[in-house]
């Protein structure tokens, strides 16, 4: 089965520094999503993607925070200057366009900013 | 603004035993409902999902949730708990027009299965 993956599995920065999270979506899916999860906390929803745009963002997707879809099959989170509350395992998932498709996940991106 | 609430943060049950992992959603109109589940290290596998139809929505590793309007409801059973089904667990919910298919997840339920 298709599956969305997420590289790296973990990645450690220090605090200021930008990183860029990446993501392979399953290949015929048009909507692309971030979700993060900090330790003990929910999963939050911070932007979706569609037809080359953001689509929806939540509260938390400030200026700090950027999406791209670079060419036709990664779509990436990039953090311009890491604070140390960016600690979070950050979700990638897409959707196909049927009416009743769920979002499939990545395995996830563990974030430490130190 | 749409909620989902998992009352139960941490269920411990024996390898055999019968499980139900209760959810409650908050939304105005009648959503899509989903039951994730996360392994130690893993991504979100999706257990089941509810659009429309019949309230009784069989998913994935024997799980099966009832959709029940009037309690607002969407709990996750399974008859015979496996060590393997370990995890946490998690009730979500988006919106049902649209298709950006936003989701808004619960807090988790962590289950231990006794041996």
């Known amino acids: 089965e298709p599956e969305v993956t997420q590289t790296p599995s973990h990645q450690v920065t220090q605090m200021g520094q930008e990183v860029i999270l990446r993501c392979v979506p399953i290949?015929?899916?048009?909507?692309f999503y971030w979700y993060r999860q900090i330790l003990g906390q929910k999963v939050e929803f911070l932007v979706s993607?569609?037809?080359?745009?953001?689509?929806?963002k939540s509260e938390i997707f400030d200026d700090q925070f950027s999406v791209e879809r670079p060419d036709g099959s990664n779509f990436t989170l990039k953090i311009r200057s890491t604070k140390l509350e960016d600690s979070a395992m950050y979700f990638c998932?897409?959707?196909?366009?049927?009416?009743?498709?769920?979002?499939?996940f990545g395995n996830g991106t563990r974030l430490t900013v130190t | 603004a749409q909620s989902v609430t998992q009352p139960d943060i941490h269920i411990t049950v024996s390898e055999g035993a019968s499980l139900e992992l209760r959810c409650n959603y908050s939304?105005?109109?009648?959503?899509?409902l989903f039951w994730y589940v996360q392994s130690p290290g893993q991504g979100l596998q999706l257990l089941l999902k509810?659009?429309?139809?019949?309230?009784l929505v069989q998913g994935i590793k024997g799980f099966e949730a009832e959709f029940k309007r009037s309690q607002s409801s969407f709990n996750l059973r399974k008859p015979s708990v496996h060590w393997s089904d370990a995890a946490e667990y998690f009730c979500?919910?988006?919106?049902?027009?649209?298709?950006?298919?936003?989701?808004?997840f619960g807090s988790g339920t962590q289950l231990t299965v006794l041996p």
């Open positions: 939304y105005g109109a009648t959503p899509y």
């Open positions: 993607f569609y037809n080359n745009e953001i689509s929806e």
């Open positions: 509810y659009f429309s139809g019949d309230t």
């Open positions: 998932a897409s959707k196909g366009t049927g009416t009743n498709s769920p979002l499939h």
């Open positions: 290949s015929n899916h048009l909507y």
């Open positions: 979500a919910v988006a919106p049902a027009r649209g298709s950006a298919r936003q989701l808004t």
